[in-house]
């Protein structure tokens, strides 16, 4: 079937809700901040179901995020296959695992990141004892800072700080650690956390368990669903995030694809 380009929301966030789990970075990205940087794409229009690509273009690096169940694999990479002369030369995928082979061989991938995708399930956590503040964009620098030297592979869209999106641990005058999010959108109640680090220095003592709760607590408001995605081989982010309340839902690469020739 021929590619069709989405331009309904209401329509993307009914398809995205079936499994908000899922899907939460496209309904994040359905944002009127994100959205004017989305292009969306599928074969089945008129179902209402079936898998939809999102290329996102509002970063350095063109994102494209394409998520399905076991059962949908085989839909979503003819989707892909039918895709490739529409994608940038190299750009950053989110992609269930095997589904990249449908770009080859106009693409090979550079980089692959297993990583897990945790929502969290059983309520709040409790807060914790170090005091925490709400950052603001007059604090874009020291979290590019702290980001650098802790967090050096980290994406980082400073706009999430004008709404409230960060919070951090400061000694002496110094953030020493932060959380944060990645999308956060009121209007489809949903938010990705991202960001969270401590600075070397200050491991150990509970610091991004603070910030995580914080925020947890700040979202709650305007959230239905909270998720995050962490690294299949940082176990201690895993553990950490299960004690928090957090449960895997779903597990995906990241990768960098860049063109063959």
């Given at each position: 079937?021929?590619?069709?380009?989405?331009?309904?929301?209401?329509?993307?966030?009914?398809?995205?809700?079936?499994?908000?789990?899922?899907?939460?970075?496209?309904?994040?990205?359905?944002?009127?901040?994100?959205?004017?940087?989305?292009?969306?794409?599928?074969?089945?229009?008129?179902?209402?179901?079936?898998?939809?690509?999102?290329?996102?273009?509002?970063?350095?690096?063109?994102?494209?995020?394409?998520?399905?169940?076991?059962?949908?694999?085989?839909?979503?990479?003819?989707?892909?296959?039918?895709?490739?002369?529409?994608?940038?030369?190299?750009?950053?995928?989110?992609?269930?695992?095997?589904?990249?082979?449908?770009?080859?061989?106009?693409?090979?991938?550079?980089?692959?990141?297993?990583?897990?995708?945790?929502?969290?399930?059983?309520?709040?956590?409790?807060?914790?004892?170090?005091?925490?503040?709400?950052l603001t964009l007059d604090d874009v620098d020291a979290v590019r800072a702290l980001l650098t030297e802790s967090y050096p592979d980290s994406w980082?869209?400073?706009?999430?700080?004008?709404?409230?999106?960060?919070?951090?641990?400061?000694?002496?005058?110094?953030?020493?650690?932060?959380?944060?999010?990645?999308?956060?959108?009121?209007?489809?109640?949903?938010?990705?956390?991202?960001?969270?680090?401590?600075?070397?220095?200050?491991?150990?003592?509970?610091?991004?368990?603070?910030?995580?709760?914080?925020?947890?607590?700040?979202?709650?408001?305007?959230?239905?669903?909270?998720?995050?995605?962490?690294?299949?081989?940082?176990?201690?982010?895993?553990?950490?995030?299960?004690?928090?309340?957090?449960?895997?839902?779903?597990?995906?690469?990241?990768?960098?694809?860049?063109?063959?020739?």
């Amino acid at each position: 079937m021929p590619l069709i380009s989405l331009h309904d929301r209401a329509a993307l966030a009914a398809r995205f809700r079936t499994d908000p789990a899922l899907h939460l970075f496209e309904l994040g990205d359905l944002d009127d901040t994100l959205w004017p940087n989305t292009t969306w794409y599928t074969a089945s229009p008129d179902s209402g179901h079936g898998p939809v690509a999102l290329l996102y273009s509002g970063g350095d690096t063109p994102v494209l995020l394409a998520f399905a169940r076991s059962a949908d694999v085989p839909a979503l990479k003819s989707l892909l296959h039918d895709l490739r002369p529409f994608l940038p030369r190299r750009f950053t995928a989110g992609l269930p695992d095997g589904a990249e082979r449908a770009l080859a061989p106009d693409y090979a991938v550079e980089r692959r990141t297993p990583l897990l995708r945790m929502l969290l399930t059983d309520g709040l956590p409790t807060e914790v004892a170090h005091e925490t503040q709400p950052l603001t964009l007059d604090d874009v620098d020291a979290v590019r800072a702290l980001l650098t030297e802790s967090y050096p592979d980290s994406w980082f869209d400073p706009r999430m700080l004008a709404d409230g999106g960060y919070v951090g641990v400061r000694e002496d005058g110094r953030l020493v650690s932060v959380a944060g999010v990645h999308v956060h959108s009121p209007a489809q109640r949903v938010a990705v956390l991202g960001n969270v680090t401590t600075h070397p220095d200050a491991r150990g003592r509970g610091l991004a368990r603070a910030c995580v709760t914080a925020l947890c607590h700040h979202l709650a408001a305007t959230t239905d669903h909270l998720g995050l995605n962490v690294r299949t081989d940082n176990a201690p982010a895993i553990r950490l995030y299960e004690r928090l309340g957090f449960t895997t839902v779903a597990t995906y690469n990241e990768l960098v694809l860049g063109a063959a020739s």
